[in-house]
């Protein structure tokens, strides 16, 4: 599954952390800014993962469905 780039429209990986493609976050930020971005996202979103995993069993269920 792909999703699209909010600046020019190519298609990027759905898992990806962030929401345009490398060539624009670069073109934005400049490219040791825009991995310090990527990074930090991914850190984030694997706290979160975590998070969810620490949920009680009855509400892991309920994920389930
Ligand atoms: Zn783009």
């Known amino acids: 599954m ?3 780039c909010i600046y020019c429209g190519a ?3 759905e898992e990806s952390v962030i929401d345009f493609c490398s060539r624009c976050g670069k073109g ?3 490219e040791k800014m ?8 991914e850190e984030a979103r694997s ?3 975590l998070v969810s995993t620490n949920l009680p069993e009855t509400q892991k269920e309920f ?3």
């Open 28 to 30: 934005v930020w400049g």
């Open 34 to 41: 825009f991995n310090a971005i990527v990074q930090n996202m």
């Open 63 to 65: 994920k389930n469905f």
């Open 11 to 13: 298609e990027i990986p």
């Open 2 to 4: 792909y999703k699209k």
């Open 47 to 49: 706290k979160g993962d």
